[in-house]
């Protein structure tokens, strides 16, 4: 190789190497300033969330659509699980904003675990369009004597209040869906509310004008203003009615949402027994007011357990 040729192939590799080291460098240097750009955007996004959760969510969310499509079909445990991976222990809260009211969902249960996959699968989706802070208890009485509702909602009042300093109770059956995502499930502090005046079961009309069942709202303060329910209704019926006559004989007027607004479909079940000393019991409501309901209840809990989409309260109760 001549001393020309040895010059030019050492000149040519120099330059490749000063080429190498330039690109080196400038890679180095843009992928520097896309970590800084990412690790900015990332502190831009959690301080905006943080930034959120100081600011109070809308009275009336925007993302309400009014009317819904009604889903009977039952889900899997496994399908709605993942479907809510953002519900944890049974409670859920916005991340964009902060809930005006921390809501407690009581639902009285026994022997209905189809009824509450599917009701799961919708309130769910219904709660979070309403940008909610809220928890659902399903609270289950064990076998033995028949199923008292009025009870059951005391033992979740009571249960609920233990875990957090709930605002509103909503007092809900589990064969409900709401219909219409404008039935905001928050709670009037001068009044109780009635969500559930045109049920499909009833031909979506006012059974009768004293009706308070279904799904109803009330603060803590309303809720302990009537000693919650009587605990003597053991079987179907009477616990409504009673229910109802204790909050005007506080004093107090009921809300009823408008029809077009609180209808709700039904989930076909077996008719329970009536209770048949149900108008006996009420007959006799006003004297027995405050002796019998929130001040003298007594359960032995058998389990209270945070179940992925709600937490789960099995007691065993007495006459």
């Excluded at 993942?82 to 639902?107: E, W």
């Excluded at 599917?118 to 940008?131: E, G, P, T, V």
């Excluded at 009673?242 to 408008?258: A, E, G």
Aim: glycine share 4%; aromatic share 12%; with cysteine.
């Amino acid at each position: 190789m001549t001393i020309t040729n040895r010059f030019l192939l050492y000149a040519f590799i120099t330059i490749q190497l000063l080429v190498i080291c330039v690109w080196m460098n400038l890679y180095r240097r843009n992928n520097i300033t896309h970590q800084l750009s990412k690790r900015d955007n990332n502190t831009m996004t959690v301080t905006k969330k943080a930034k959120g959760r100081h600011r109070k969510c809308p009275l009336i969310p925007l993302n309400l659509v009014g009317s819904l499509k009604i889903d009977k079909t039952r889900q899997t445990w496994e399908a709605c699980e993942r479907k809510y991976s953002m519900v944890k222990d049974g409670r859920y809260k916005p991340d964009d904003c902060t809930a005006r009211q921390k809501v407690a969902i009581l639902i009285p249960f026994r022997d209905r675990e189809r009824h509450l996959t599917i009701f799961l699968n919708h309130i769910h989706a219904f709660l979070m369009k309403q940008q909610l802070e809220y928890a659902i208890y399903v609270v289950e009485q064990a076998k033995g004597l028949e199923f008292n509702r009025g009870f059951l909602f005391n033992v979740g009042f009571k249960e609920a209040l233990k875990d957090s300093d709930y605002d509103c109770f909503v007092l809900h059956d589990v064969d409900l869906l709401p219909e219409n995502d404008h039935n905001i499930y928050t709670c009037p502090v001068d009044q109780p509310k009635h969500l559930a005046v045109a049920s499909e079961k009833w031909q979506y009309r006012l059974p009768y004008t004293s009706y308070f069942g279904g799904v109803s709202a009330l603060t803590r303060e309303q809720y302990e203003a009537i000693n919650g329910f009587s605990n003597s209704f053991f079987g179907w019926g009477g616990e409504d009615d009673d229910f109802y006559n204790r909050v005007m004989w506080s004093k107090m007027s009921i809300y009823r949402t408008i029809n077009d607004v609180g209808r709700y479909s039904s989930l076909e079940h077996k008719p329970a027994v009536a209770n048949p000393q149900r108008h006996e019991i009420v007959s006799k409501g006003k004297e027995r007011m405050w002796k019998d309901g929130l001040n003298t209840l007594k359960y032995e809990t058998l389990q209270k357990t945070n179940k992925k989409l709600y937490i789960h309260v099995s007691v065993k109760i007495s006459k």
